[in-house]
């Protein structure tokens, strides 16, 4: 059933992608390919990613169709699903025909392979920079003049300040500003394990809500106007400045936060059987083009190309950044630590305390 | 073949072997598919999943929010039909028809509307603050959406029986010396009990198992507002597919012991007019 809708919706938005697509072909371009040599037959593929890419690979795909019929004369239409990061690994998991996944974190990717070895082992090392074209930091959106004066991590665990992020258990997003805020805590505390549990405990104390998913949670803060702080992707908050209100909402720059690396994969199960692997190999390289780059950087992704980063250097703040692998190792062991049951999530809501 | 005899119309083996075809399809399979699932899990995994104090402050927070709402649903629900049979009013059609928008809803909308509504800043939670009472993000809140979902259960069951119920019969009560009270307590209230246990039953199964409103209005804060719908699909959000399915099975059997229960109830309260 689940299935079945997604797919239905794959199918309404790819219509809608395709009528784009036509649009920007019917253009004249002048450098029409070759007119000699048979076309090859169009081609379709499936992009299953998370809930805040939506508008960033509307952008990407269009640019994609364009360069692939240049390049090889073939129509490629490339439909989009989106929703929270774990249901939707779940769903290829489960059967949904993904040419290649886009997600919020590298777990979910992993997912893939310890559930259905739908990838490889070593996926991470296919793509350059860990499989992960762009990446994103977390930060704070504050109520406009930043009535509760937030300024850093440790103005999120003072009390009276109600803070706001999705439940790590079941968002992509959540995990991040989760790790963000224990290693802030390990770094200031030098390392001592127990100090930053002592800290995250504290600061989800102040979380009066814990909605499922992180749009959910930007709704809860900016339609809700519950809480006091919002911990946000970086691209979710400035989406929330730029659209619904910069006379509202502020951004807070923390003094670190975490390095966050959305990875990409090609699901090798799926393009063998589906015999697109040239294409969809050659749509996850093009993010790395600086063509790809600068569509990301546009959407508020932060480009991993250095020409690209210079580009669009005023538009992402300055912040110090640890990676995941810095800090807490990999995603399999970050995840068994943290947030598989029993983790440290959930001893903060044990009961004895 | 006694059973075959009582029927003047044929094809009682037909219809008999589609049911039982039909209802396995439906239900008998995908629930012992369930069960099955569970029980991958070895006993001790699963004693220990479904004792969880998460598990069981979910179990508490559900059952609890559901009774409640069923039974405001089925006190609000008989006077809604009271007054839908028994008064004639301009837009009562109108008002008819609402009753039943609950069961059309998506109940994501009811959730996200109700959410809007009873909010520290929505049009009705605002004066809630004010008096201190926190509806939305809160156990009440809980309550309210089940309320909503459950509201349309009790006034379809308990109207077709106001309907046949004879004015008659109250009026011999009345002339026989009965006060109104009496005449309520002890003849109109009995007649409809029956009817009431159905939507309260209906009601109150309907909000062991609602998800989709309620996880917007809950706040889903573990140990307080988490309900076990949504800790079912936590597990499923971590591939523990097994652990879901053990929680499952859990409210399962609760769920039909309870309506069971009531069903009982129901039967005795028949027998006893």
Request: proline share 5%; aromatic share 10%.
């Amino acid at each position: 059933m689940r299935g079945l809708l997604r797919s239905h919706l794959a199918r309404s938005l790819s219509m809608l992608v395709l009528v784009g697509v036509i649009g920007a072909c019917a253009q004249p371009t002048g450098s029409s390919p070759g007119s000699g040599q048979a076309a090859k037959p169009a081609v379709n593929i499936l992009n299953v990613s998370y809930d805040p890419t939506r508008e960033l690979y509307q952008d990407f795909n269009k640019a994609f169709a364009q360069y692939w019929k240049q390049k090889e004369s073939q129509d490629v239409t490339v439909r989009q699903s989106h929703g929270g990061s774990g249901a939707q690994a779940r769903a290829v998991i489960d059967g949904l025909e993904a040419d290649v996944v886009t997600l919020a974190l590298g777990y979910d990717v992993d997912a893939l392979n310890i559930q259905g070895k739908l990838v490889p082992d070593d996926w991470e090392k296919r793509l350059q920079s860990n499989s992960a074209p762009y990446t994103s930091t977390i930060v704070f959106l504050v109520r406009k003049g930043n009535p509760k004066n937030i300024k850093d991590w440790d103005d999120l665990v003072k009390p009276g300040v109600a803070v706001i992020t999705p439940n790590p258990k079941t968002s992509g997003g959540a995990r991040w500003n989760y790790l963000a805020a224990w290693g802030y805590a390990l770094r200031k505390n030098g390392g001592d394990e127990a100090k930053a549990k002592e800290f995250v405990t504290q600061l989800f104390k102040n979380v009066p809500v814990l909605d499922s998913g992180a749009r959910g949670s930007t709704t809860t803060f900016v339609e809700r106007g519950q809480g006091d702080v919002l911990l946000s992707w970086e691209n979710e908050a400035f989406l929330a400045i730029n659209d619904l209100g910069p006379d509202k909402f502020e951004l807070v720059v923390p003094s670190i936060s975490i390095l966050a690396e959305p990875s990409v994969a090609v699901v090798d199960k799926v393009v063998d059987k589906r015999g697109t692997r040239t294409v969809a190999e050659a749509y996850l390289q093009y993010l790395y083009t600086e063509e790809g780059q600068r569509i990301a950087a546009k959407h508020y992704y932060r480009p991993r190309i250095e020409t690209v980063a210079a580009e669009y250097k005023d538009r992402f703040p300055q912040i110090a950044l640890f990676t995941l692998a810095e800090v807490f190792g990999d995603w399999r062991q970050t995840q068994k630590t943290h947030f598989d049951d029993g983790g440290t999530f959930d001893q903060i809501y044990q009961p004895d305390r | 073949m006694i059973l075959k005899q009582r029927s003047i119309l044929p094809g009682f083996g037909l219809a008999m072997g589609f049911t039982l075809v039909y209802l396995s399809l439906l239900v008998l399979i995908p629930l012992s598919g369930l069960v099955l699932k569970a029980t991958t899990l070895g006993f001790d995994r699963f004693w220990d999943t479904i004792t969880a104090p998460r598990a069981i402050a979910a179990y508490q927070v559900t059952f609890t929010t559901s009774l409640i709402a069923a039974t405001i649903n089925a006190v609000f629900g008989l006077l809604v039909a009271w007054v839908l049979v028994r008064y004639t009013f301009p837009g009562k059609r109108l008002v008819d028809g609402l009753v039943d928008l609950p069961f059309a809803l998506p109940t994501a909308v009811a959730g996200i509307t109700l959410t809007f509504l009873y909010s520290s800043n929505g049009w009705i939670g605002r004066y809630l603050d004010q008096v201190g009472i926190k509806s939305a993000f809160s156990p009440l809140g809980i309550v309210i959406a089940l309320t909503f979902i459950g509201l349309p259960f009790v006034v379809r069951t308990v109207q077709p029986v106001l309907e046949d119920l004879d004015v008659e019969t109250e009026e011999a009560a009345m002339s026989l010396g009965a006060t109104r009270w009496q005449t309520f307590s002890r003849v109109i209230f009995p007649t409809l009990l029956p009817a009431i246990l159905t939507g309260f039953a209906l009601a109150f199964a309907r909000a062991l198992g609602e998800y989709g409103s309620v996880v917007f209005i809950a706040g889903n804060m573990p140990m307080q507002t988490e309900i076990v719908p949504l800790l079912i699909v936590t597990k499923l959000e971590q591939f523990d597919y097994a652990g879901a399915a053990a929680l499952a099975v859990v409210m399962l059997v609760v769920s039909f012991v309870m309506l069971l229960v009531i069903n009982l109830l129901q039967r005795w309260s028949e027998a006893k007019q």
